[in-house]
């Protein structure tokens, strides 16, 4: 099993540009999630999905979009890139509906840079 | 809304020495509890959790972890730190009833020197 995989793990864009990181997992996982790191903030959830289909905002769900229309994928789009959104961005899948019994999967991370 | 604290931003020790990272969190219900930690280019991998039980939780690499009901508190600890140690930690906390999101703290980053 690969695990959960994002790409790119880099990507330079400019102010206003729209890009979308891709995540997928093959470990037929309902529940998948997007963070963002940033330096003294820790991890912050932008958007989550319980199952295909399903999705709802996190904590900082602005400027971002996501789908599920498979099990396995759940790609974050940025509209309209800001400078704000320089970040590394995290997927993160678990096997059951919730997240709070079983642990987190977490990719190797997308570093951002927004020009 | 539930928040977590991590009150030490940056931690420096020497190897061989103890060590033990505060966590806190605001929620008053009950709560799920994990410490991830992520080494140097990798990415957050599971360290210990707790769901319920004994509240003192031992995790991989010789990690253990005590859940105080009473102080809202899921502080860990390593009786003994190695350079292999030095990384940034978190702590999080979830819901325990209906579907809740992960909450992380905002990370510890450890340093030990040889």
């Known amino acids: 099993n690969a695990g959960v995989t994002q790409t790119p793990k880099f990507q330079v864009l400019k102010t206003g540009q729209s890009m979308t990181l891709q995540c997928a997992q093959d470990?037929?996982?309902?529940?998948m999630s997007w963070y963002r790191q940033d330096p003294g903030m820790g991890l912050r959830l932008i958007h989550y999905?319980?199952?295909?289909?399903?999705?709802d905002q996190g904590e900082v769900p602005n400027g971002y979009n996501v789908s599920r229309s498979t099990t396995e994928d759940f790609p974050l789009r940025l509209l309209s890139a800001a400078p704000s959104q320089t970040s590394v961005y995290f997927c993160?899948?678990?096997?059951?509906?919730?997240?709070?019994?079983?642990?987190?999967?977490f990719g190797e991370g997308s570093r951002l840079t927004v020009l | 809304a539930q928040s977590v604290s991590q009150h030490n931003h940056h931690v420096i020790l020497s190897e061989a020495a103890s060590l033990e990272l505060g966590c806190n969190y605001s929620?008053?219900?009950?709560?799920?509890l994990f410490w991830y930690v992520q080494y140097p280019g990798q990415h957050l991998q599971l360290l210990l959790k707790?769901?319920?039980?004994?509240?003192l939780v031992k995790g991989i690499k010789g990690f253990e972890a005590e859940f105080i009901k009473s102080k809202f508190s899921f502080n860990l600890r390593k009786p003994s730190v190695q350079w292999s140690d030095t990384a940034e930690y978190f702590c999080?906390?979830?819901?325990?009833?209906?579907?809740?999101?992960?909450?992380f703290g905002t990370g510890t980053r450890l340093l030990v020197s040889p």
């Open positions: 999080a906390v979830t819901k325990n009833t209906g579907f809740q999101k992960l909450v």
């Open positions: 470990m037929n996982h309902e529940y």
């Open positions: 929620y008053g219900g009950t709560v799920n």
């Open positions: 999905s319980v199952g295909a289909g399903i999705t």
């Open positions: 707790y769901f319920s039980g004994d509240p």
């Open positions: 993160a899948s678990n096997l059951q509906g919730t997240p709070y019994t079983g642990e987190l999967f």
